[in-house]
């Protein structure tokens, strides 16, 4: 099986923590497209979704699922999303596709968070992938050096040769060369910078059960 079958299976498996008859939070990227495309089977059996980027809501509608806006839905069940890295308790690196801020807003308002990613993404420490940071453009320079003092280097997101502008209208920062060891206080320094909208380490939100695509099929871990 190649990587796109895997995001396949593990999207298709994430349907059965869908609750019919509520509302579901969808993240954003490429296995979470493949989540979107299987969740349109039951579009009658669910009141919609809430989307964590603009890219997933036009996958949703196109799909005609209805798309509810955050701040007109309370506590959602389940949140399916997927990750650029998670280790063995569930902490991921997430924001590859620069969508991490609303990704950390709908999730922080699900009670469960099921991670579906092909079985490269589970490591033993975060870090090997480039951490995200969206930032406010003014205080990149300044959020640079922070990372270099901490042993890291950060680069601005490039898309067609000029800064990657997110849905929030701010800029990625992505930062190599860091070994998390300990994701809770990193997210939780890291957030206090000035300047720092979200940080793609995702500690505090961390993931409750991660369906894990593997050549002999779903792997369950639960954390
Ligand atoms: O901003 C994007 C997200 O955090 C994605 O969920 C993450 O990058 C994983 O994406 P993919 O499923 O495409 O590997």
């Not at 993240?27 to 009141?47: C, E, H, P, Q």
């Not at 807003?105 to 490269?120: G, K, L, P, W, Y």
């Amino acid at each position: 099986m190649n990587q796109d079958e895997l995001k396949a299976l593990v999207g298709q498996a994430a349907l059965q923590y869908v609750v019919p008859g509520e509302i579901v939070g969808v993240g954003t990227g490429s296995t979470v497209n493949k989540f979107i495309d299987a969740l349109a089977s039951m579009k009658d059996r669910i009141a919609g979704a809430v989307s964590s980027s603009v890219a997933s809501t036009a996958r949703l509608q196109a799909l005609h699922i209805r798309v509810f806006d955050a701040n007109d839905v309370d506590q959602i069940s389940v949140y399916i999303d997927g990750a650029d890295e998670i280790d063995p308790a569930g902490h991921m690196i997430k924001g590859g596709g620069a969508a991490l801020t609303r990704e950390k807003i709908v999730a922080a308002q699900s009670t469960r968070f099921i991670c579906i990613a092909d079985e490269s993404k589970l490591v033993t420490t975060l870090g090997a992938f480039p951490v995200p940071v969206e930032v406010i453009p003014m205080a990149a320079r300044r959020i640079e050096r922070q990372f270099a003092a901490m042993g890291g280097t950060a680069k601005v997101r490039m898309k067609d040769g000029v800064p990657l502008v997110t849905d929030n209208g701010q800029c990625i920062l992505d930062v190599s060369g860091l070994a998390i060891k300990d994701p809770l206080a990193f997210e939780s320094e890291v957030n206090q910078w000035p300047g720092v909208v979200t940080v793609g380490v995702f500690a505090h939100q961390k993931a409750a059960v991660c369906l894990l695509g593997t050549p002999s099929g779903v792997k369950t871990l639960t954390f």
